[in-house]
């Protein structure tokens, strides 16, 4: 039989040609024409798949956000998503699906939106002295992460939401997280709530855009200081800056604007070593914020409160005050949170850490502790006498016990033998006074090290605590009780030790500065903070 089809084929070739022999033919056209029915054929193909496996479900007119609206998508995704599931199935093994009832496991960043605007041209870098960035080596931007399925007509209706809406529809989402008991990616035992933040941080990934004002000269502006004890803030605004996913260059679709000056640079610029005034850095700041209200309408139209501005160095606060709504209005990331002084608001601020970086280009360097076995001491602290807490804990513990090594500058004959990292790997607690400001960079480097920190001071939420649980990993010590420190230190089982050192070490990944970020590190989780602070100024209407 297949001979016989064979044979019957060539006669009708040949039959064909016999046909065409006294005919001129325009192959050219015949080409074009044939090349335009296949391009046609591929582009009504992709249309109609799209509309058959993706849309077809859902066809909801949004006009605006309501809970009927939400939950009609709700009932229509949990009705078709394990019909559709088989059926894409059968397409591609490849793509991961997620039904709609489930959290989706975001290990990516969703599709952005469309953006609109020009394209800012690219700026030159040349070598400065410092840890500016134009000392760095050129950092290739993240790569993608992989992909996962998340159902068009879902981002389609997230990008019709105007940006007020988009948050109130986040905001109902996060009221009704649903419970997550285990996630490969999470350990709960360091989370206020993981379920929250676990919902918070993926609808954060699905519709969150920020606004990257391009006003304000260098260094002041778009400079970041990547070195010192002030990094974090450096830090922060490089990886903004250089963000795809999040920022957006069309202020209409954002629902942060940045405020995108350095602190450290602003004093380093504009302070006058010896006069002990900062005030015309804050003239400076609030001359800037008349400029951005006076050119755009963004500012008067919320008077600031969906703008922040993220600041390490410690007169960071102080440099606010001569603009009222700048230091009231305005979500400030500050490393100097301290409550007591009327700038900092928990619940609306985000308390940042204060990481110290010395060198750039290997941010993650010595990274990492000794096991509990090979931590012989039971506290340590070695530091300059700042401020009213440091010289307490020198008076009542210095020299005192064995295992307790208190000091005020670690004294050379000491480094010699032991150097200041070593003490703290070697710690079982990492004592961190406050110095002239709450805040101390010890804290994150007790984390680093995997020392249990001891935070003593007052009016001081501990970084990230919007999110964090900072009992499980930490021990408080109120600035009285410095006197019964090793008592409070001793009191603790060594069950209870055994855990915290644990928890120390898993939540370590969320205060790192990666060369590139990834997913729940030191930059995500501020900007997750700042995003949760604007999510809590939202009003849910009743109807």
Known sequence: ????????????????????????????????????????????????????????????????????????????????????????????????????????????????????????????????????????????????????????????FIWSLKPNEALVYAKKEIDHAPEVVDDPDLYAPVFRNMSVFKRSYELMELILKVYIYREGSKPIFHVPHLNGIYASEGWFMRFMESNKQFVTRDPEKAHLFYLPYSMRQLELKLYVPGSHQI?????????????????????????????????????????????????????????????SEGVFVAGKDVSLPETTIKNPRVPLRNIGGLRVSQRPLLAFFAGYMHGRVRPRLLKYWRDKHEDMKIYGPLPSRISRKMSYIHHMKSSKFCICPMGYEVNSPRIIESIYYECVPVIIADNFPPPLSDVLDWSKFSVNVAEKDIPKLREILLAIPMRRYMAMQTNVKMVKRHFLWNRSPIRYDLFHMILHSIWLSRLNQIQIPES
């Open 279 to 339: 005030k015309p850095l804050a003239i400076f700041l609030r001359d800037y914020v008349n400029m951005i209200a006076g050119k755009y309408p963004f500012w008067n139209r919320t008077s600031g409160s969906d703008h922040f501005l993220v600041a390490c160095h410690d007169w960071g606060p102080y440099t606010l005050t001569q603009h009222e709504e700048l230091a009231n209005n305005t979500i400030k990331a500050l490393c100097n949170a301290d409550t």
């Open 1 to 156: 039989m297949k001979k016989l089809f064979q044979s019957l084929a060539v006669i009708l070739m040949k039959e064909f040609f016999r046909l065409c022999a006294g005919l001129r033919i325009d192959w050219k056209r015949v080409i074009f024409v044939g090349a335009l029915m296949t391009t046609a054929g591929v582009i009504l193909q992709m249309f109609l798949l799209t509309d058959l496996l993706d849309m077809w479900p859902l066809s909801l007119p949004i006009a605006h956000v309501s809970d009927e609206s939400l939950s009609s998508i709700r009932s229509l995704n949990q009705t078709f998503s394990e019909e559709r599931v088989k059926r894409l199935q059968l397409i591609s093994t490849d793509v991961p699906i997620i039904p709609a009832n489930s959290s989706l496991k975001l290990n990516i960043s969703v599709p952005a939106m469309p953006d609109i605007g020009p394209v800012p041209k690219g700026r030159s870098r040349r070598r400065n002295k410092g840890g500016s960035v134009d000392n760095m080596p050129k950092v290739l931007p993240p790569p993608d992460p992989p992909s996962i399925h998340v159902p068009y007509r879902l981002q389609k």
